[in-house]
């Protein structure tokens, strides 16, 4: 299965059967907002809710202070200074994300294994049946049994502990081949997984890269647009070379959309932050679809529309039931 395609799935309900279990762990590890697992996630101060950086600092930035409360709970404390960074939830989502296309593609595999084998074993039972027919009315019929080769052991005799290192086996997961020994180290590690390299570093065990940003950057404060000539926000923009065109609403929109991505990409671990082109290529994205002109427009997720659905289902099932009681109320007066 492909892996961009696995790394698309986003929705606890994929994990079924005895996976059901992993639910409980893909659910706790998204954001209400965007429905995907964290990235870069703050908690609100006050609260302690936690959504991802880009997300919550949309909705409290939102033009004419629409959106300064939490979205969970509704408390009026919420703004850019009340956002604390969460590394170490960061550092399980990140962990996460990989694993949960590692397993889905185990899960994968041993559905197809077990079709297979299901497939293989009908397929014995029905040439045992074949064999076992029993013979017509006057017919004798006898089955030689199997006689083992002479030096060959039998099925309940192999003792694979004594098998030799050079005789070459298949994975029960993969179907490829290996050796004994290199066999037990692909078990270990698991399919599709080199093993890694020898480190006794605490960094190496847990994953931590050495090469970190020392270097401090400074977040970006947001000025009284109301305050701000259209030449003012042209200056801001020139300074962060942005593009410099259109309206003043639409500067004002756009230094505000490149506040919130360049904070909360900021609020990421040091390697896993963007470039800064490729947060320009994200403004860009997020003006061609306020602009409605552009080939890329942004879509909402299947999470998003399903969540809307049942939102309008339960506000029609509402207004139905209030009709019903109406008229339920016109027919007891008339009688």
Known sequence: MNDALLAE???????????ATL????????????????????????????????????H?????????????C?????????????????????????????????RHQLQTLEKKQDKEKTQSLKETDELEE?????????????????GTPGVDDVDYRTLNSDIVVQCPICQQKFDVAS??????????????TNSTSMDSWLGVSKETNTQATKKLTRPQYHLKTERDMRKLLEALHLPVHGAKDRLIERHRQWVNLYNANLDAAPEHRESISTLKK??????????GTGAKKLVS??????????IVISMLIWRLERVLRYIKKLIICHS
């Not at 956002?83 to 990140?94: G, I, M, R, T, W």
């Not at 994300?97 to 185990?106: G, H, N, T």
């Not at 029993?134 to 002479?150: C, D, Q, S, T």
């Not at 066999?183 to 890694?196: F, K, M, Q, V």
Request: proline share 6%; hydrophobic share 35%; glycine share 6%.
């Open 301 to 310: 997720s299947e999470n998003q529309v399903r969540s809307w659905l049942q």
């Open 183 to 196: 066999l037990n180290a692909h078990l270990d590690y698991g399919c599709g997984i080199e093993p890694a």
């Open 60 to 72: 409290i930035n939102q033009p004419g202070g629409k959106g300064t409360f939490c979205p969970n």
């Open 282 to 291: 994200i403004l860009l994205q997020w003006e061609q679809s306020q602009d």
């Open 74 to 106: 509704r408390q009026k404390k919420a703004f850019d200074g009340e956002l604390v960074a969460q590394p170490a939830l960061e550092a399980a989502a990140n962990h996460w994300r990989d694993a949960r296309i590692f397993l889905m593609k185990q």
């Open 23 to 58: 639910r409980p762990l893909d659910s706790s590890l998204r954001c209400t907002l965007c429905y995907d697992i964290f990235r870069a996630p703050v908690a609100l101060r006050e609260c302690a809710h936690v959504f991802c950086s880009s997300c919550i600092r949309m």
């Open 9 to 19: 799935i986003g929705d606890p309900s994929d994990w079924t059967g005895e996976w």
């Open 134 to 150: 029993p013979a017509l009315e006057g017919e004798h019929r006898y089955l030689r049994p199997r006689k083992r080769v002479a």
